[in-house]
Every structure is written in C-alpha cells, then in structure tokens.
C-alpha cells in the first residue's frame, strides 16, 4: 500500500529548485529525493546514482520499451525518466518522495492518476535574473543556456496547472515557503502529521 506523500516538483532550468531542494531535504525528515535516470552527460561535481543514473541511450530506451519508467520525457535535447519500483518501494516504506521532474513529466503523472501527488511549480522573479543565474552557474555552455532559456517561456505556462506557485526571489523566503508547504501538505486531513493515511484502530 503507499503510505507516503508524493510530491512533483518542476521549474525552469536556472530557477534555483536543486538548491532549494537540497536546503529543504537537509531540514526536513522523513523525505527522500527520487533519483531519475537520465542520457545527459554529468556535469562536474555531479555523481552517479547520487544525482542521476548516467545511462547510455541504449539502456534508456531498453528501460523504457520495458515499462521501468513512471514517466519519462526527451528535455532539452536529452532522455529522462523516473523509476517506477525505486518510487512505489519508497513511497510503500512510508517516505515522502520528491520528483524533480519537467513540465512533461508532471502532465503525465497528473493525467495517470495512479498516485495522489502535491505539485509544486518555482519561478524566478524574471528571465533576466533566469538568464544571470544560468550563466552565474557556470555549468552550461552558451548554447545549453540559449536553448534552456528559448525552453523557459514555455515551461512557465504550465504553472497554473501545479497546485502551489513557488517564486524563488530571496533564498530564504523560499526555502521557508518550500517547507511550509510540504508540512500542510502532510497535515491535510486525509493524513497523518508524518505524512502516512489516516487508519484508526477499532473504526
Ligand atoms: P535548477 O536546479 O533549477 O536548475 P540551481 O539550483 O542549480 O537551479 O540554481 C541555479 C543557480 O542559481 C545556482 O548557481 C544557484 O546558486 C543560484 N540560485 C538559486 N536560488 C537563488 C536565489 N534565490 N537567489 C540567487 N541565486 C540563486
Ligand atoms: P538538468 O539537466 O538541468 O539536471 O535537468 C533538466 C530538466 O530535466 C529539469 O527540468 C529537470 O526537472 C528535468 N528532469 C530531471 N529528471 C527528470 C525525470 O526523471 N523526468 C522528467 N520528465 N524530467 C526530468
């Protein structure tokens, strides 16, 4: 039976998710991060298993032809997917799993229903301030950042179908909002305060 919350995060590359997730795992329990296999090379500093799965095109696809996948999406330019047994195992262990995942990929997992799921969109204050933060990163070439931005108008108008609206303007603020809304969203009355169903003895 799954017991934790799932909960979909998208943003466009740049907005700050990864650094505002990883701030929020740190100071939460109880939650872990799904790790997505993906064809994209590693960028420095980045680790297999730990970041993603660095799996070649071939094995993507044998993973996908074999249904591995929860969902999957090509974003820009490269192949990534979520693993269906490594989620559903966590999420029947009674954790809340984070997916950080594309506006595709969200669709597909809202349109399948086969999981109740908070989904949570972060915006940065502007494209300029997207543009200074992809650059300030110094991970990407000019030509990732050029196709990451032409990618953001567009994934910006999918907001309106996620539950919550992140603007990730100051840090901190956000990180506060970030973790409010993970802890009403286990407090919600079908839930218990860990996050797991309500299931009385005795009813
Ligand atoms: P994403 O995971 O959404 O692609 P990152 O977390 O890698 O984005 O953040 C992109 C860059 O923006 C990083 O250099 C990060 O330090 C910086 N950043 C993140 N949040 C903020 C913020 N609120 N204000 C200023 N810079 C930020
Ligand atoms: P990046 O290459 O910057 O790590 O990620 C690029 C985009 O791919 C981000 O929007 C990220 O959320 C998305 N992404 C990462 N993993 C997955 C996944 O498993 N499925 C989908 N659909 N998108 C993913």
């Known amino acids: 039976m799954v ?6 995060f998208s943003a466009p590359s740049g907005a700050g998710k990864t ?8 100071e939460l329990d109880n939650l872990v ?25 071939e094995r993507f696809e044998a993973m996908r032809d074999q249904e591995a996948f929860l969902e999957w999406a090509e974003v820009h330019g490269n192949f990534y997917g979520t693993s269906r047994e490594a989620v559903l195992a966590q999420l029947e262990q009674g954790m809340d799993v984070i997916l950080d995942i594309d506006v595709q ?3 597909i997992i809202r349109a399948s229903r086969l999981i109740d799921a908070a989904f949570v969109f972060i915006s940065p204050p502007s ?6 933060r992809l650059r300030g990163r110094k991970t990407d070439s000019d030509e990732t950042i050029g196709l990451r931005l032409k990618n953001a108008a567009q994934e910006m108008r999918a907001a309106v179908d996620y539950d919550y609206l992140l603007l990730n303007d100051q840090l901190e ?3 506060m909002v970030l973790k409010s809304v993970i802890l ?18 005795g009813l």
């Open 3 to 8: 017991q934790g919350r799932l909960f979909v």
């Open 19 to 26: 650094t505002l997730l990883k701030r929020v795992m740190g």
């Open 33 to 57: 991060f799904s790790v997505s296999h993906t064809t994209r090379a590693p960028r420095s500093g980045e680790m297999d298993a730990v970041d993603y799965h660095f799996v070649s095109r």
């Open 105 to 107: 990929g969200a669709a």
């Open 127 to 132: 494209l300029a301030e997207l543009e200074r």
């Open 173 to 175: 603020e956000a990180v």
């Open 184 to 201: 009403a969203e286990r407090s919600r009355a079908h839930r218990l305060p860990s996050g797991g169903p309500i299931v009385l003895e």
